[in-house]
Structure formats: structure tokens, C-alpha cells
């Protein structure tokens, strides 16, 4: 090797240093953000997996009324849950705001059209779970 070939070479191996922890910082900030966008996932699942557990109980009843009362908690119990995991993966992204901060920001503009859809999702869901109960029993 010439003298001139390894100062090209010392630059060579710098560039692929540095772009390899270029990568590997790119990586990691990708990964940070899909591991709180799981948490919201995760959410859901435990959202779904609390209210069959509450409906699960409610199938059991033969009172119509009583049965109204275990899908409306259903539905408002799971949606507190999916809010809860959204409210923390905001606060862990965004720590400089406070609770009431987070609240206004994440609960606020959405709640209208929550309880829009809580109030079609109660009476569907009191309709097929008859449907629902044939299938799994």
C-alpha cells in the first residue's frame, strides 16, 4: 500500500463508522416510537379482552334490563381503559405537561364522538350478543 491509500482508507472506515451509528440512532428512535404506538395497541386488547370478560358474566343473566346495565359498563369501562393508555402514552411523550394539560388535549376533542359511538355501540352490541353466544358456546 502507498502512503496516499491510508489516509483514504482512515476515511473510508470513519464514514462507515459514523453512518453505522447513524443507522443505529435512526433505528432506535424508530423503534421508541413504534414501542408507545404498541402501548395504545396493547390498550385496545386489554380493552376488548375486560369487556368480553364483563359480557362473558352478562350472558349469564336472563333480565333484560340487568343485561343493558353489563353492556353499557362494558362499553364505558373499555373505553376508560383505551383513554388511559392514550393519556400515558402522551404524558411519557410530552412530560413537561401536566395531567389537566394531557386531559384537554388527548380526552377533550375526542369525547364528543366517544360517546357518540358508545351510544350506537350499546344497543349493537345488546343486539348480536344473542348471535355471538351461539357461536361460542
Known amino acids: 500500500a502507498t502512503k496516499g491509500n ?57 333480565n333484560n334490563i340487568v343485561l343493558w346495565i353489563f353492556v353499557s359498563i362494558a362499553v364505558v369501562i373499555s373505553t376508560i381503559i383505551i383513554y388511559a393508555f392514550g393519556i400515558f402514552r402522551f404524558s411519557v411523550l410530552f412530560p413537561a405537561n401536566s395531567f389537566a394539560e394531557n386531559l384537554t388535549i388527548v380526552l377533550i376533542p375526542f369525547l364528543p364522538g366517544t360517546l357518540i359511538k358508545s351510544a350506537i355501540a350499546i344497543p349493537f352490541a345488546k343486539k348480536i350478543l344473542p348471535t355471538v353466544k351461539n357461536y361460542l358456546e
Open 6 to 62: 491510508i489516509p483514504a482508507g482512515l476515511v473510508m472506515i470513519s464514514i462507515a463508522i459514523s453512518m453505522s451509528f447513524a443507522i443505529l440512532i435512526s433505528a432506535l428512535k424508530i423503534l421508541y416510537n413504534i414501542n408507545f404506538f404498541y402501548i395504545i395497541l396493547i390498550g385496545y386488547l386489554v380493552a376488548a379482552f375486560v369487556a368480553g370478560l364483563i359480557l362473558l358474566f352478562a350472558w349469564k343473566k336472563q
